[in-house]
Nanobody, 119 residues
Framework: QVQLVESGGGQVQPGGSLRLSCAASGFTFSRFDMSWYRQAPGKERELVAT???????????NYADSVKGRFFISRDNAKTTVFLQMNSLKPEDTAVYYCKAARWPYAYWGQGTQVTVSS
């Protein structure tokens, strides 16, 4: 049974930091590209960051322009976990953050974790 369980969300003041985790099970983690998406109220879900699998580009990372230099994605294949370090958080980063695992033709999603940036 495939599971993706996000954790680490919460409320933080502008300028603060949070570290999200996504614990995966039920599939060969190292062979899947792992991504974080987010969805703010009234908006479409958007891609935040991706780290590729070991079998493709060897762990390359890509980021949305809005988070470059502030957010950092990483993976630990031994622990089958992907992380999102979020620094210098802004109110516009407020959203539900989702973890996604993808390897064609498969795509798996977590249930999401709420991040609220507010003073």
């Amino acid at each position: 049974q495939v599971q993706l369980v996000e954790s680490g969300g919460g409320q933080v003041q502008p300028g603060g930091s949070l570290r999200l985790s996504c614990a995966a099970s039920g599939f060969t983690f190292s062979r899947f590209d792992m991504s974080w998406y987010r969805q703010a109220p009234g908006k479409e879900r958007e891609l935040v960051a991706t780290v590729t699998s070991d079998t493709s580009a060897g762990g390359n990372t890509n980021y949305a322009d809005s988070v470059k230099g502030r957010f950092f994605i990483s993976r630990d294949n031994a622990k089958t976990t992907v992380f999102l370090q979020m620094n210098s958080l802004k109110p516009e980063d407020t959203a539900v953050y989702y973890c996604k695992a993808a390897r064609w033709p498969y795509a798996y999603w977590g249930q999401g974790t709420q991040v609220t940036v507010s003073s």
